[in-house]
T-cell receptor, first 110, second 118 residues
Framework: EDQVTQSPEALRLQEGESSSLNCSYT??????LFWYRQDPGKGPEFLFT???AGEEKEKERLKATLTKKESFLHITAPKPEDSATYLC???????????FGTGTSLTVIP | GAGVSQSPRYKVAKRGQDVALRCDPI?????LFWYQQALGQGPEFLTY????????KSGLPSDRFFAERPEGSVSTLKIQRTQQEDSAVYLC????????????????FGPGTRLLVL
C-alpha cells in the first residue's frame, strides 16, 4: 500500500537554529515527490519537485533532498516567517492520485 | 487567471442540506483535482479531471459526493444531504498537463472552502 509519513509532527526552533524535516515513503513506483508549505487558512503553496534519488533543490533557506526511501527538507537559519506546516506529497507511477503526509508544523521563535 | 480560486471561502450548512463548491482553475490547465483536508491532516484525494472527463473518482467518500467539470474549466463539487463528518476544508488544485503525460506534474492549489455542517 502506498504510504507517506512525515516526522516530526511538530517542531519548535529558535530563530537561526537549523534543522531538518523528514518525509518517508513506501510506494510502488515514484513519479515525483513534492514539498508544499501551508499557512493557516490557506491552500498549500508549492515549494519543490524532486524526481529521482540524489536530486537536490534549494530556495532561499530551504533545501530539499531525495533518496530511494525518503526526502528531507533542510531549513538553514530559519526566521519566524518560516513558521508554517510543511507537507510532503508523492505521485506514483500508477493511477492519478497524489498521496500527502500529515505534515510537520514548524514554529520559529524570535 | 493568476491562480486557482475557490468559492465560497466559508460555508455553514445544516445537516441534510445540499451544498455546491466552486473551483476556477488556472486558465488552460488540463488537470483538476479535488481534495478533502480534515483539521490537522494532509489533503486526501477525492477526484481527478482531465479536461471535462472525470478519470478518477475513487476518493469520493460516498454517493452523496458528486463533481463535474462540464466545459473543461470551472468545476463544481456537490455534496448532497450533508452530514457532520463532511465538515472539512475542500481544496481544489490544477496542473498544466494531464497526469500521465509528464513525470511529476506540479499542482497549484486554491485557498480552499471551509465547510462546517451543524
Amino acid at each position: 500500500e502506498d504510504q507517506v509519513t512525515q516526522s516530526p509532527e511538530a517542531l519548535r526552533l529558535q530563530e537561526g537554529e537549523s534543522s531538518s524535516l523528514n518525509c518517508s515513503y513506501t510506494v510502488s513506483g515514484l513519479r515525483g515527490l513534492f514539498w508544499y508549505r501551508q499557512d493557516p487558512g490557506k491552500g498549500p503553496e508549492f515549494l519543490f519537485t524532486l524526481y529521482s534519488a540524489g536530486e537536490e533543490k534549494e530556495k532561499e533557506r530551504l533545501k530539499a533532498t531525495l533518496t530511494k526511501k525518503e526526502s528531507f527538507l533542510h531549513i538553514t537559519a530559519p526566521k519566524p516567517e518560516d513558521s508554517a506546516t510543511y507537507l510532503c506529497a508523492v505521485q506514483v507511477d500508477t493511477g492519478n492520485q497524489f498521496y500527502f503526509g500529515t505534515g510537520t508544523s514548524l514554529t520559529v521563535i524570535p | 487567471g493568476a491562480g486557482v480560486s475557490q468559492s465560497p471561502r466559508y460555508k455553514v450548512a445544516k445537516r441534510g442540506q445540499d451544498v455546491a463548491l466552486r473551483c476556477d482553475p488556472i486558465s488552460g490547465h488540463v488537470s483538476l483535482f479535488w481534495y478533502q483536508q480534515a483539521l490537522g491532516q494532509g489533503p486526501e484525494f477525492l477526484t481527478y479531471f482531465q479536461n471535462e472527463a472525470q478519470l478518477d473518482k475513487s476518493g469520493l467518500p460516498s454517493d452523496r459526493f458528486f463533481a463535474e467539470r462540464p466545459e473543461g474549466s470551472v468545476s463544481t463539487l456537490k455534496i448532497q444531504r450533508t452530514q457532520q463528518e463532511d465538515s472539512a476544508v475542500y481544496l481544489c488544485a490544477s496542473s498544466q498537463r494531464a497526469v500521465r503525460e509528464k513525470t511529476g506534474e506540479t499542482q497549484y492549489f486554491g485557498p480552499g472552502t471551509r465547510l462546517l455542517v451543524l
